[in-house]
């Protein structure tokens, strides 16, 4: 027996829906099976807290007088792209801020950059935006600086090309004589450690591994406020292999997220600076899946036993694509605190946080259940395993020198 | 009860001698070895978290100066901003006392001050920059 989104909805509205987080799915699924489940529970909340590079914020700060066309501009003197309309800045996660010394001395530090001004303007912070422009007739202004609040900006967009990464691979560093510093965190010489990046079975997409219930249109939980999945994030790569139960055995499938800031909380909207490598921002995004009937009620009850990530060494493998992964192994043995590679012990961290991925699926649950929150019905599926859809390297061809 | 961390550095000749034993069985105080650093060519290098009475701690920490060791307090402090920790995990598998550590149920991370030998090693590999040094 098949419920719609229409039904759900209503059950929303009218106090009665049942909602259980991704975590508790698990314990339904295993009492009443897949059938019983999909009869008691109406939807499934997920979350997932981690570094998200592919994010940013399109801004509009409003037209000065005279006017100015910002061709340059920045924020707290970190460089926003200004190759859009007269007062459009679209400002990256990853820019660092101006006269940062980078990695001259290895590690640099990088202590701030993109994601920072984000946190920095969803907190209601002044932020200091200088501009300028060449000057045209219509446009005259050449130099701007002044205080901003995201309160008086005309729009503050989130606008994440990819978020959400469906699963992801296990960083280790195979050198023996040297740490490294990558986005993954600091990986010691000689499998000193293994990093990982999942918030496994609460994750969004790995509850929903042929995206059945997320596509365009989706409303989902982000950054403490509703948002949407406007399209499929960059690098969205849905025939990645897939374990028996469908889920992918590594980074697949990717969201593209678009949200209003103005109603976004910094709790879940964090600056990062990750040592020897940049800036960053860690993004919380949770989505709430109908459970339409028995398969999505066996998808949402995946366990973290059952999702498997390969090991990926980042000295050579990564950098140089050079050879296979090491190994695969299941999240709930990363969580123990270590895992096993050619036969040694390897203590894991992560960089994904599990308890705030938890957090955010209880928040998604809790505004369902106050009717706050209703389902969308995606208006366009994205790409899924059938699709041909694939990630392509790079395929590099010589520029030869023009001939005049 | 008082609890104070100090760095121990003894010069060579008194590496071999038991100084830290006597001073926790006469002195009564509870050790927590955070950090020991001893080669034959150097002199030795112990931070130390003892736990006893003022009045013995006081006393305890005098004998140890007369034996020849230098005893500093342990001056900077690492903290971390509660708030701003995000339990992400980055910072277990750099701290080398296990300070910050997982309680694997939760998966949420702690951090025991009182392991804490302010190395500051995790100050740059937090990526929210929680954890902070303090003077
Ligand atoms: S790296 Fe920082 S934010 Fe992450 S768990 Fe450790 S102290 Fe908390
Ligand atoms: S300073 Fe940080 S890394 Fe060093 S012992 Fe203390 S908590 Fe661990």
């Known amino acids: 027996m098949a419920k719609t989104y229409q039904e759900i909805n209503d059950r929303i509205r009218g106090g009665e829906v049942v909602v259980v987080t991704a975590e508790e799915m698990i314990d339904v699924v295993d009492e009443k099976g897949p059938a019983g489940a999909a009869a008691q529970v109406d939807v499934v909340t997920t979350g997932t807290f981690a570094p998200m590079c592919s994010s940013g914020a399109l801004i509009n700060f409003g037209h000065s007088t005279p006017r100015i066309r910002a061709s340059e501009g920045w924020l707290n003197d970190v460089p926003a792209y200004g190759g859009l309309a007269a007062v459009d800045l679209y400002i990256g996660a990853t820019a660092v801020v101006e006269g940062d010394p980078l990695n001259a001395q290895h590690p640099g530090e990088f202590r701030y950059g993109g994601g920072h001004v984000i946190e920095e303007l969803v907190a209601g912070k002044d932020v200091r935006l200088r501009a300028s422009g060449y000057g045209t007739d219509c446009y005259p202004r050449r130099e701007l600086d002044t205080w901003i609040n995201i309160q008086d900006l005309n729009e503050c967009t989130l606008l994440n090309p990819r978020n959400c990464y469906q699963n992801y691979s296990v960083a280790v560093n195979l050198n023996e004589e040297r740490d490294i510093y990558t986005y993954m965190g600091v990986l010691k010489r000689d499998l000193g450690n293994a990093n990982y990046c999942s918030a496994g079975q609460l994750s969004p997409l790995l509850n929903d591994p042929y995206y059945r219930t997320i596509g365009i249109g989706s409303r989902i939980f982000l950054g403490g406020a509703e948002g949407y999945v406007f399209w499929p994030g960059t690098q969205h790569n849905p025939t990645a292999a897939r374990a028996g139960n469908g889920v992918p055995k590594g980074g697949a499938g990717t969201l593209a997220v678009v949200g209003d800031m103005k109603q976004m909380d910094p709790q879940w909207m964090v600056g990062v600076s990750m040592y020897g490598y940049g800036v960053s921002l860690t993004v919380g995004i949770g989505t709430a899946i109908p459970i339409l009937d028995e398969e999505m009620a066996l998808y949402t009850a995946v366990k973290d036993e059952d999702i498997v990530a390969p090991i990926v060494d980042y000295s050579r493998g990564y950098p140089y694509n050079e050879g296979g992964p090491l190994g695969y192994v299941d999240y709930k043995r990363l969580r123990s605190g270590s895992i096993q590679i050619n036969g040694r012990e390897v203590p894991t961290g992560s960089l994904s946080s599990y308890p705030k991925a938890r957090q955010i699926a209880g928040i998604l649950k809790d505004w369902i259940q106050r009717g706050e929150f209703l389902l969308s019905e995606p208006v366009q599926q994205i790409p899924s395993a059938d699709s041909g859809v694939s990630f392509k390297p790079l395929r590099e061809r010589p520029v030869q020198p023009e001939v005049s | ?135």
């Open chain 2, 1 to 135: 009860m008082a609890t104070r961390r100090v760095v121990l550095r003894y010069p060579r000749h008194l590496i071999d001698e038991p100084v830290v034993s006597h001073l926790v069985k006469n002195y009564d105080l509870e050790l927590n070895i955070l950090r020991a650093n001893i080669t034959p060519e150097s002199e030795g290098l112990l931070v130390v978290g003892l736990e006893g009475s003022e009045e013995n701690l006081r006393q305890g920490l005098a004998w140890t100066r007369d034996q020849g060791v230098a005893v500093e307090p342990l001056e900077r402090d690492v903290v971390r901003d509660e708030d701003r920790c995000n339990h992400c995990g980055a910072c277990l598998t750099i701290c080398p006392t296990e300070a910050l550590y997982r309680e694997v149920a939760t998966q949420e991370v702690h951090f025991d001050s009182d392991r804490c030998v302010a190395c500051e090693l995790c100050v740059p590999a937090c990526p929210p920059r929680a954890m902070k040094v303090e003077f």
